[in-house]
């Protein structure tokens, strides 16, 4: 079972950012968060993870709060390449990897 | 991107026929992994391998086995397609580590396969 709660879609206007929320009420203390997202048919791509600090990277920003119960991850200029369906993922080492629903998000020009 | 080559891309078969699904990967990662999506249902996990001659059943196994004779290869094999095994089909790939390194997975691009 998924361990995560993610809204089912979300809108975000073209060079907005976009605010993704993820609620793991349920985590442990070795267990990261990932995201990633899937472009319409094709392959889940990998965006970012971590475990209790903040992230960056190239893409998006991931922030982890102090509880660790949920996390937003941020696409700090959102594209309208950026529409797909984004997924939260707990997961700790020697855990397969369960994707859940994720949220569709809409960019809009 | 991950080295990562599913083959065939797209293959319409009949019911009753054996298909198999080829992964190649040049990473040369440790697990291997067989998910199928669906509508509805989202991304499954089929089978796995954790090193060579090494698999295990996901959560939707019944109906599949998987072979992986080589590191950088994994083979699913349908031995008798049904009409509900029409679906998408990905292979991932993860390299084994420790837990402070958190590992990823990272997907193929995917096979379409229609059973009629």
């Known amino acids: 079972d998924a361990k995560t709660t993610q809204p089912t879609s979300m809108d975000c206007a073209e060079g907005r950012a976009a605010n993704l929320p993820c609620n793991h009420s349920?985590?442990?203390?070795?267990?990261?968060v990932y995201w990633y997202r899937q472009i319409h048919s094709q392959g889940p791509q990998y965006i970012i993870h971590g475990l209790k600090n903040n992230e960056t990277n190239e893409m998006a920003s991931l922030i982890i709060t102090e509880d660790r119960k949920s996390s937003t991850l941020i696409l700090p200029h959102a594209t309208l390449r950026d529409t797909a369906v984004y997924y939260c993922i707990v997961r700790d080492y020697g855990q397969n990897f369960v994707f859940g629903p994720g949220t569709r998000l809409s960019v809009l020009p | 991107d991950a080295g990562i080559t599913q083959s065939p891309r797209h293959k319409v078969t009949e019911t009753g026929t054996p298909v198999t699904l080829r992964c190649h990967q040049t990473?040369?990662?440790?697990?291997m992994y067989w998910y199928r999506q669906d509508p509805g249902h989202g991304l499954r996990l089929i089978h796995y391998s954790y090193g060579v001659k090494d698999t295990d059943k996901g959560e939707v196994s019944d109906g599949y086995s998987v072979s992986r004779s080589k590191t950088e290869d994994f083979l699913l094999t349908l031995e008798s397609a049904t009409s509900s095994q029409t679906s998408v089909y990905f292979c991932?790939?993860?390299?084994?580590?420790?837990?402070?390194?958190?590992?990823?997975?990272?997907f193929g691009e995917g096979s379409w396969l229609t059973v009629v």
């Open positions: 349920t985590i442990s203390g070795n267990e990261y």
């Open positions: 991932a790939i993860s390299e084994s580590g420790r837990i402070s390194s958190g590992n990823t997975i990272y």
């Open positions: 990473e040369n990662h440790r697990y």
